[in-house]
């Protein structure tokens, strides 16, 4: 393992802060001009590796610019030199041949060795599936059974503040969810991820860990955090309108801790979403579906279902006041820029949403879907 800071990262930061820019770059070092702390090994010797290479690329660079400008003001015209012809030399070429081969030596080394521990994701002790979605972030813990969606919580009237009265930004704007991944601390968990619709990326800045998200793929990575805290990254691939809105946010706690929340987790994966026992009526189905609508449509068809861009309004629309069978589909499937809902939503919860759409807005069908409309036209 490549080690060749002295404990102190961020130490090593400001000096080389220091060195490019300054002293005033020095009170900037661990804001804007760096990694996030590294919260796991693995982000340590990316932090250590980037240092490593960053004095090697500052000491190739003051020892040719040095040269360089020593030889034009030592050689200078006006001080009486004159230039000289001279031919090729094979001592020089094998010299500027076999210095720069040890020096791509010494550094791709420790770089191809972080590079394969960062694919290692063998005998984890915890396996997530990560699936990216337009745009929110889906999990599925496969040794609990159970999973569920991370939306981004800020609200709209922060992100519409366009007027002289707009409210204030949260700390976490942009950057905070309603639910996090949640792992416990020093556990090794593998990510096996990929997307249901457009290319994604899921990044944790403070982990080192960046994995793309494609359609019909599934890619891993891993990570095995040291330090218990709420861990911040976004979405790194642009994948559609709302891009800015798909944030990643990794909730690290004891074991203790997470053995209770998965508890608390597998005991609401066995509720439904309507109460067991009793018919599924109309009223019911709008209720529920005015949820699933918030959590899922709003962001693009908006609130009020007056739509916005490419996405079309619901507020009369022939979709959502015409035939059931041509509203379903459109949710299963999608359309131009709306993905398919079939592997995001349930039955139950498509059923609702429909239903809600068919009698909201100023829609006023009057029918309602149930879910096993929904399930035959899968």
Known sequence: MLKICTGNVHVSRGLLALMLFGAPGLGMADTRMTFQPPVTEIASRVSDLHSFLMGIIIVIFVAVFGMMFWAIFRHRKNLGHQAKPFHESTTVEIIWTIIPALILIAMAWPAAKLVISQRN????????KVTGYQWYWGYDYLDQSFGFKSKLLTPQDQIQNYGPNAPAKDAHYLLEVDEPLVVPVDKKVRLLVTSNDVIHSWGMPAFAVKQDAIPGFIRDTWFKANKIGIYRGQCVELCGRSHGFMPTVVKVVSQKDFDTWVAAKQLAAKATLFE??????????IEAGAKVYANNCAACHQ??????????????????????????????????????????????????????????FGNHTGDFVMPDEVKAAR
């Open 303 to 360: 609130p009020d279902g007056k739509g916005a861009g490419p996405f079309p309004a619901l507020a009369g629309s022939k979709i959502a006041t015409g035939p059931k069978a041509g509203h379903i589909h459109i949710v299963l499937n999608g359309k131009n820029a709306m993905p398919s809902w079939k592997a995001a939503l349930s039955d139950a919860e498509l059923a609702a949403v429909i239903t809600y759409e068919r009698n909201s």
């Open 276 to 285: 067991p026992g009793k018919p599924i009526t109309k009223e019911a189905l």
């Open 121 to 128: 994701s063998a005998q984890p002790d915890i396996t997530i």
